[in-house]
């Protein structure tokens, strides 16, 4: 098993940036694709970025592609995502998550099996 915690959250402006980290712990980190999803109010947990185990492999959604990287750490069993050019439709909780069941394309939430708490992204002038 593997345990997440994000951090970074935040309110920033629109145009602004945020880097959002996620420390996990346990067992064998570098076994695992990660990934940043995020859910705004009355919508679905989606795809935002993953990275493969090695980090040489990522993937982004079409929405923030450009804006935002996705990167990992294995020394230190941390996985991050930096968005720049924020807008307000980037507004959502972000959370990361770790999968063993695929290798690094994958986009769906449900190959996902362990979660961070989620950190507060709010994008407004």
């Known amino acids: 098993q593997v345990q997440l915690v994000e951090s970074g959250g935040g309110s920033v402006q629109p ?17 695992y ?13 989606e795809f935002v970025a993953t990275i493969s185990r090695g980090g040489l492999s990522t993937y982004y959604a079409d929405s923030v592609k450009a804006r935002f990287t996705i990167s990992r750490d294995n020394a230190k069993n941390t ?3 930096q968005m ?8 959502a909780v972000y959370s990361c998550g ?10 769906s ?10 950190t507060q992204v709010t994008v407004s002038s």
Request: net charge positive.
């Open 15 to 31: 145009g602004g940036s945020l880097r959002l980290s996620c420390a996990g712990s346990g067992h064998a980190f570098n076994t």
């Open 84 to 91: 720049n050019s924020l807008k307000p439709e980037d507004t």
């Open 109 to 118: 939430p449900k190959y996902f099996d362990y979660w961070g708490q989620g």
């Open 98 to 107: 770790a999968t063993l069941r695929c290798v690094g394309g994958c986009k």
């Open 79 to 81: 996985v991050s995502l």
């Open 33 to 45: 694709t990660l990934g940043w999803f995020r859910q705004a109010p009355e919508k679905e947990r």
